[in-house]
């Protein structure tokens, strides 16, 4: 009889293991994909990114598109007007593959550019929630960041719109969690190896490692969606080197750090690096491919020398031939030069650029669309008028309390050497602070979409903090449950709030300068 409720206990926890994140997914899924199509416009960057996958697809590079072209894909009848002349583009092909998956199915419209990049953003979703409990050991708290990442304005607003930021933020965490699930398997080898003496742990070869080839696939993909994955490809592949390290000593190894530099270092590199390598590369098979793309023919009938070098002292250096490099990836190298020059020295003012000290705070979101509707129109029935908005804001709330979480995580791992707060500010490292150099340059708040599901990690894991550890008394796990309870309801009710802003819905400018809480917002 007592086993028999314990296996039943046993599989209600399986069971819940899967449903909690699965049910979290659908409700996240559904916000996302409700309406989808409207509104029945080009959304900020959707002027770019649209139209060049449509491109991809039709001919295997981006072209030019003329003027009008938004008008006339838009109209009725719809009219492409797609042209054979190549396009200098700022960002690899692959999010633009991605975004026209979505196109080929159900053409060239709203919802076709935008149903891929929402499909990913539900399914981020689910990866957190299974990603949470394996980081945090809770099934519960997974569920809780989960949750979370659903009711985020900024990657809601990212989710249904046609942009790269969301595919390269799903690549991130997709590869994270790839890594998390290494980190446990050759936890697990190592562990058997302690069996046998602690030179067992110097001595062990941990192998094939599928998921950790797995997490350099995807951060290939997102370095081929935006170049900010290079610098997050840079800092996983040292955290999965420090796991290594950690997890040899924990096992009893005497030179930890050597065995880990002679037994696993090239193997993170080839795996990480390597096959990221391969995956960028591949990209741009589209371009290598075909002839018509932009400096395509850049190479052909050049000498193929190097770049002339400034001499040490007054003896000229002679140039390197390069001529044994085939013509096209000699190409495809000066195409990459000149998209670093954009990207770097891109300066024009914008309205809505922001820096990245007031990104933690949501100082400056980006509003992605704009239309005053007047009083009798499209059911607006407010004398001064309606607006109908899409902000890309964090719920604000939300980051507010990541502050205080990552000061919270950051104490962990300083003082307490918690591995899983230092995987969080890992992520907090690639991803947020290389900005930090680009101080002169043209950027955005909502590049911190990448950024959005490690903040939930560190606001349920100080939520986790607020319960109380196991065995703790239960007048304290009352109150701090109730406490932690609270804040995701205010978190929640901080979504529904400013819901309109992320859905364009038509409201009285009244109720739209009530969700202005600053001015810089506006």
């Known amino acids: 009889m007592v086993a028999g409720r314990a296996a039943q206990v046993v599989g209600a926890r399986d069971r819940w293991r899967w449903w909690g994140p699965v049910g979290v997914a659908v409700f996240a899924a559904v916000l996302r994909l409700w309406d989808l199509p409207y509104p029945n416009a080009f959304v900020f960057d959707e ?30 009848p719809q009219i492409i007007p797609l042209s054979q002349a190549p396009a200098f583009v700022a960002h ?47 099934t519960l708290l997974g569920c809780v960041a989960a949750l979370l990442l659903s009711v985020d304005g900024l990657q809601f607003v990212m989710s249904r719109v046609g942009l790269l930021d969301g595919v390269s933020a ?43 080839l797995s997490a350099g696939v995807l951060l290939g993909a997102a370095c081929a969606v ?26 009893g190894a005497y030179r930890s750090w050597r065995s880990t530099l002679r037994r696993d270092l090239w193997p993170a590199a080839l795996s990480m690096v390597g096959s990221a390598l391969v995956v960028y590369a591949a990209s741009w098979s589209g371009w290598l491919a075909t002839g018509g793309g932009y400096d395509r023919h850049w190479a052909d009938g050049r000498a193929g020398l190097s ?34 020059d954009f990207n770097t020295g891109l300066s024009s003012p914008h309205t809505y650029q922001s820096n990245p000290w007031s990104w933690l705070v949501q100082g400056r979101p980006v509003s992605m669309y704009w239309e005053q509707v007047p009083d009798g129109q499209r059911g607006c029935t407010s004398r001064e008028g309606c607006a109908s908005q899409i902000l890309a804001l964090g719920t604000p709330l939300l980051w507010w309390a990541s502050c205080f979480a990552l000061a919270y995580v950051l104490y962990r791992w300083f003082f307490r050497r918690d591995w899983r707060s230092g995987a969080v500010l890992a992520a907090v490292a690639g991803i947020y602070l290389p900005w930090f150099q680009y101080q002169q340059r043209t950027i955005f708040s909502f590049y911190m979409v ?4 490690f903040l939930c990690l560190a606001v349920t894991q100080m939520l986790g903090a607020m319960l109380g550890p196991d065995g ?11 406490g932690a ?18 859905t364009a819905e038509v409201i009285p400018m009244s109720e739209w300068r009530a969700r202005m809480w600053f001015t810089s917002w506006i």
């Open 450 to 453: 990448l950024l959005v599901p």
């Open 472 to 482: 703790c008394p239960p007048r304290r796990r009352a109150w701090g449950a109730a």
């Open 170 to 212: 799903f690549f991130v965490l997709a590869a994270f969690g790839c890594l998390l699930i290494d980190r446990d398997h050759a936890r697990a080898v190592l562990r058997a190896a302690r069996a046998e003496g602690g030179a067992a742990a110097d001595q062990v070869r941990l192998g094939l490692r599928p998921w950790r």
């Open 307 to 340: 770049p002339p070098r400034t001499p040490v002292v007054d003896v000229p250096l002679p140039q390197v031939s390069m001529s044994w490099v085939p013509a096209p990836l000699r190409s495809l190298w000066h195409f990459h030069a000149q998209m670093y």
């Open 485 to 502: 309870g609270l804040i995701v309801l205010a978190i929640v009710g901080c979504f529904a709030f400013f819901y309109p802003l992320y």
């Open 47 to 76: 002027t770019y990114y649209p139209k060049d996958a449509w491109s991809l697809w039709e001919q295997g590079y981006e072209s030019v598109w003329p003027d009008n072209a938004n008008q006339l894909i838009l109209g009725v």
């Open 92 to 138: 690899p092909p692959l999010g633009k593959w991605v975004i026209g998956i979505g196109e080929q199915l159900w053409g060239l419209h709203p919802f076709g550019w935008r149903i891929v990049v929402a499909v990913l953003g539900g399914l981020s979703v689910l990866m957190l929630a299974r990603i949470g409990r394996r980081l945090l050991r809770s």
């Open 226 to 251: 935006k170049w900010n994955g290079l610098q997050i490809l840079a800092v996983f592949t040292v955290l999965t080197l420090l796991w290594d390290r950690a997890g040899r000593r924990a096992a």
